[in-house]
């Protein structure tokens, strides 16, 4: 008989850095939210509110995200978010392809076990990971797409969004503004959600 791991059992795993991590933090970030979210949000990595924490995204980007979130009715607390790589990278670089690959196996079981039926993946790093591609955020944004039958809907990143502040017709702000009308909406009408979930990511071994 299979037995299915716990996301506590998830959080202790992931507490042993592998030797492509060893740039990063010490402070593990692991997630948190629902751990039967219909909807998932995955950044990049962790940044420096988020390493003293322990917790994502609880810094300025954050915050804003918990902004997004009530303008459209959706509860943080009934939604999982989590970064693909759990620990800060020094000055807050971008993720090393490596640091990337070396996270990959313990982000695809937080996927199985809370079984999202959407994941909206923010910014550019987690969007090239679910999407295959090197296409930009700019271009998939608001748009729909498919990963071992998971529905993923590309938004921008919130620090993105405090970078440009403006909400004028066509900004960011704007257009996250509508991206979120239609994410809620699907959200609203998704169907059950299945008991199980298998992911097999051989197929993406030579993305990083």
Request: charged residues 25%.
């Amino acid at each position: 008989m299979t037995v299915r791991v716990t996301l506590s059992e998830l959080e202790r795993r992931a507490a042993e850095k592998p030797e492509a991590l060893q740039e990063l933090s010490d402070n593990l970030v692991f997630g948190e939210g629902d751990p039967d979210a219909r909807l998932m949000f995955v950044g990049e990595a962790p940044g420096e509110d988020e390493d003293h924490a322990g917790r994502p995204f609880v810094g300025r980007a954050g915050q804003l995200l918990d902004k997004v979130l009530q303008s459209v009715g959706i509860d943080r607390d009934a939604v999982y978010i989590t970064n693909i790589v759990k620990f800060r990278p020094p000055s807050n670089r971008n993720p090393k392809p490596t640091e990337l690959a070396a996270s990959e196996a313990l982000l695809v079981e937080q996927i199985q076990f809370i079984r999202p039926q959407i994941i909206a993946p923010l910014g550019n790093v987690p969007s090239h990971y679910f999407l295959g591609s090197k296409e930009g955020i700019s271009r998939t944004h608001g748009r729909w797409f498919e990963w071992h039958g998971i529905r993923i809907f590309p938004l921008f990143h919130p620090a993105y969004l405090l970078r440009n502040p403006s909400r004028e017709r066509g900004a960011p702000k704007w257009q996250t503004w509508n991206d979120m009308k239609e994410l809620k909406l699907a959200l609203d009408e998704l169907p059950p959600k299945e008991t199980s979930l298998v992911i097999d990511t051989a197929e993406q071994g030579e993305l990083f």
